[in-house]
């Protein structure tokens, strides 16, 4: 009997101890570059899916320095197993990552696990986590530059139009004359843009070049034929607005912000992401009526330069990754893509088409309005020397402040910038 008793007590134990294992709290290690009003919102998409999956999923969070430092890091840590289960990545980064083999492929399981699909993304975006036929990330968002403008000075110069939008968006001529009226009323800057950065002026200048379906690479050479022109048609308007003094000179990225929220400039060239900090003054009181709005036409057609924010898996070396992680991790992103309305609250668009569909995205102003540029979207080149704080940035924008700001002659800059690009 005794025996017996042992015999059921051990088996109760041992049956006690499987289920136990087979309910383990899976932890996911996550990494981000993700600061400011895109912190906030993380943290807070991550504090909702742990309490949502309490007991069964954890996401342990760690925010490190944006830019090279990141991807420095990811590529050290990868080499030695020791890189997260998930982080968050530049779609534009994406090419140089899977060269460097830093990436796992999101198979045609994962996605379905997810319950995630091709249809689901806008083509220009799920193309941009695309290398040779394989995904190597999931997008969480487009982030483009849009134009923001004041309603307030706009209405009383009389250059809003019926739907309350700047008046020229259409073509170079009428968005230039509506700077110079803008001017002419006693503005002191018609539009702030960021002409101390080189780095930040590219997405401008890119966009530019879309509009006039321009290419920096053609292969594998760097503005081939008339693409070298088309650079130097996008960079003679914005010189042409800075000489007029129709657009601010020298300017950094916060005196550029500074400018157009206290008034002194009606319009600013942006991110998306700054969003957060026109709604947040707003609720204040301590800002006007502002809207957000697609760049204007300059040249042939709109087009717009974007990057993603994307999730993706590190191909830890030496460290293989469960299936019970794995499909943890996927458990995270499948969830909070599907609930990446909040995230649309930090001014990007999600990239989770049934998300952009909604009905409550498109009561979100002033998001609803310029989200239609994801038609209209241009990403980076795909090539290892692309993406943020690659060398293309580097060797581009060397030559962009010196020009912007009248300094040096479009077609020079365009000369010299093709030399550098070539010597990459």
Known sequence: ?????????????????????????ETVLWWDFLSGGDGVRMKQLISDFNAAHQGKIKIDATTLEWGTPFYSKVQ????VGEAPDIMT?????????????????????????MGLAQADYAPATWDAVTVDG????????THPIVLYYNKDVLGKAGLLDESGKPKGLDSRENFTATLKALKDAGVKFPLGSVTADGNFMFRTIYSLMGQQD??????????????????????????????EGLQSTYTDYPATVALFTSGEAAMMINGVWEVPTMTDLQKEGKLFEWGAVELPVIFDHPST??????????????KEMTPEKRAAVLEVIGWISKNSLLWATAGHIPAYGPVTNSAEYKAMEPNATYSSLTANMIFDPKTPL???????????????????????????????????????
């Open 76 to 79: 050290t840590s990868v080499a």
């Open 305 to 318: 330069y974007a990057d993603s924010h994307a999730f993706a898996i590190p191909a830890n070396k030496g």
């Open 89 to 113: 990545y530049h779609a534009s980064r994406i090419p140089l990552a899977v060269k460097q083999g830093i990436l796992q492929e999101i198979t045609a399981d994962d996605w379905t696990t």
């Open 1 to 25: 009997m005794q025996n017996w008793l042992r015999m059921t007590k051990a088996l109760v134990l041992a049956t006690g101890l499987m289920t136990s294992a087979a309910h383990a709290e």
């Open 386 to 424: 692309a993406g943020i704080a690659g060398p293309i940035f580097d060797v581009m924008s060397t030559y962009f402040v010196p020009t912007l700001n009248g300094e040096m002659e479009p077609a020079e800059a365009v000369e010299e910038i093709k030399l550098g690009l070539e010597d990459l």
């Open 134 to 141: 394989k995904q190597y990330a999931v997008p969480l968002d």
């Open 214 to 243: 321009g290419e920096l690479m053609t292969g594998d050479e760097f503005l081939a034929g008339d693409n070298a022109t088309k650079l130097e048609n996008a960079l003679s308007v914005l010189q042409e607005w800075t000489t």
